[in-house]
Nanobody, 121 residues
Framework: QVQVVESGGGLVQAGGSLRLSCAAS????????VGWFRQAPGKERGFVAA????????NYGDSVKGRFTISRDNAQNTVYLQMNSLKPEDTAVYYC??????????????WGQGTQVTVTS
């Protein structure tokens, strides 16, 4: 059984930074492409970023390009989402998902429970 666990959410002022982490238990995280998604209250879940299994390919949602960076450390079995220049509209529950392919519209096999990110103005 594979479980995906996010961590690192919290409360931050606009302009600040947070780093989210994602790790899979049961199988090494390096076996999976990983995507980050977010869902704000009253809105649909949206794509944030994704990274391939090797880390050689990444892609980002338009609203976070230039501010967020996805990376992975396969030795540490962890994928990171570095979030800089945060805005109040980045407030959402952030979900990590693992699968075979990375991208905004590909199916992911495993999802985490989410971590709350709140950005105050």
């Amino acid at each position: 059984q594979v479980q995906v666990v996010e961590s690192g959410g919290g409360l931050v002022q606009a302009g600040g930074s947070l780093r989210l982490s994602c790790a899979a238990s049961g199988r090494p995280t390096r076996n999976y492409a990983v995507g980050w998604f977010r869902q704000a209250p009253g809105k649909e879940r949206g794509f944030v970023a994704a990274i391939s299994r090797s880390g050689s390919s990444t892609n980002y949602g338009d609203s976070v390009k230039g501010r967020f960076t996805i990376s992975r450390d396969n030795a540490q079995n962890t994928v990171y989402l570095q979030m800089n220049s945060l805005k109040p509209e980045d407030t959402a529950v952030y979900y990590c998902a693992a699968g075979l392919l990375a991208g905004p519209s590909v199916p992911y096999d495993y999802w985490g429970q989410g971590t709350q990110v709140t950005v105050t103005s």
